[in-house]
């Protein structure tokens, strides 16, 4: 679970199946008092993906500078860089749903007072998922 501000708009592309991809970084800040009672911050940069459906309402609604709610796993991937021939790596939170928690994407105009609006999954509805276990 992530909240921060998006660094640039997200780049929306599709594979050769299909399906939507969007890919976008967001910037999460702490801010302390240190021994010397000097504000400190420190700003960390996470890479996201987002598929399918969540994919093209990111790339439609989300713009730089826009505040979000990110659920998701983090996945680890490489690749061998076709210049240097080595492997890299790179660590991304794969999205599984996102809140909007500030107007700047909402393209309806009116009020700009910081709505929120939130895209996840679809429930799943067979008989195997665990939530339908659940007695209330």
């Known amino acids: 679970m992530l909240i ?23 910037a999460t800040s702490e801010s302390w008092k240190d021994d010397a009672g000097n504000t400190q911050e420190r700003t960390e940069w996470h890479n996201i993906v987002a598929w399918r459906k969540l994919a093209e309402i990111c790339g439609q609604y989300l713009k730089k500078g ?7 796993k983090m ?21 599984d749903s996102l809140i909007m928690l ?7 105009g009116g009020s700009s ?16 998922d665990e939530k339908d276990d659940l007695p209330f």
Do not use: C
């Open 66 to 72: 826009g505040k979000v709610y990110i659920e998701g």
């Open 113 to 128: 007072s910081g709505g929120s609006e939130s895209f996840g999954p679809e429930p799943a509805g067979n008989g195997g």
């Open 4 to 26: 921060g501000n998006l660094g640039k708009d997200p780049e929306l592309s599709y594979i050769p199946s299909g399906a939507a991809v969007a890919k976008f970084s967001i």
């Open 102 to 108: 500030d107007s700047r994407g909402n393209s309806g």
């Open 75 to 95: 996945q680890t991937r490489s690749w061998d860089d076709k210049n240097t021939g080595t492997k890299r790596y790179i660590t991304e939170i794969v999205a």
